[in-house]
């Protein structure tokens, strides 16, 4: 496609429930990173995933947050029983090839909006 | 102390007025992002930079490595400029896979 895309736009929770997030990098781009970003707050980091492989978790605020990429595209930022901290726009981001070189830049998507009730 | 700050974090100016905004760090970093989120909006990516200066229309971007310092200007600042701007700093060593970490953003109102 274009550009990175996300999926859905909008989401409301009921607290306890779980949550699937989507994000389409651009085609063939390798790296792909999770932010999240509270109102109001710079985006933080919550994982990076080099094709299918995710090198950084550190980010992921408990074992209630998981992603996956299974097949090196698309990649899924799951929350189970979410709570109201989690309320948070959700960035994806992605690059063309491994996100470390200087002249990677990062190719962010419109987000997700995340409020739990 | 965050590792990225900006000043101001807020910002109100006059169509046309020539707007700065500021981006301190403190961790060593191989280059720094300059971006801008419209409400409801992503992010888009206004620079990346190393060293020196990039300029593109009425934005200019700035960085000193030795003082840790980056400033992003906007030459006659127009009310569709507003949004938020964030510095973003890309650490620098091979085992950090390119991350950003980001300053809190600087809310640009442009009133006409």
């Known amino acids: 496609g274009a550009g990175v895309s996300q999926s859905p736009r909008y989401k409301v929770a009921k607290r306890g429930q779980d949550v699937a997030l989507r994000c389409d990098p651009i085609?063939?781009?390798?790296?792909l990173f999770w932010y999240q970003q509270a109102l109001g707050q710079g985006p933080e980091f919550l994982t990076y995933?080099?094709?299918?492989?995710?090198?950084?978790k550190s980010g992921l605020p408990s074992d209630r947050f998981f992603a996956e990429r299974p097949e090196g595209s698309v990649s899924t930022l799951k929350i189970q029983r979410t709570q109201q901290e989690d309320s948070a726009v959700y960035l994806c981001a992605s690059s063309l090839g491994w996100a470390g070189a200087y002249q990677e830049t990062q190719y962010f998507g419109p987000g997700t909006r995340l409020l739990v009730l | 102390k965050n590792e990225v700050e900006q000043s101001p974090q807020n910002l109100t100016a006059q169509e046309g007025e020539f707007i700065t905004i500021n981006c301190s760090y403190s961790?060593?970093?191989?280059?720094l992002h300059w971006l801008q989120q419209h409400p409801g909006g992503g992010i888009v990516s206004l620079f990346m930079?190393?060293?020196g200066k990039k300029k593109h229309g009425r934005l200019i971007a700035t960085i000193n490595i030795q003082e840790k310092h980056s400033s992003l200007h906007i030459t006659a600042s127009h009310p569709r400029d507003s949004a938020v701007y964030i510095c973003a700093a890309k650490p620098a060593g091979g085992t950090s896979y390119g991350k950003l970490t980001f300053g809190q953003g600087t809310i640009l109102t442009v009133h006409p």
């Open positions: 930079l190393s060293s």
């Open positions: 995933f080099q094709n299918e492989a995710q090198l950084d």
């Open positions: 085609s063939g781009h390798v790296s």
């Open positions: 961790v060593g970093i191989s280059a």
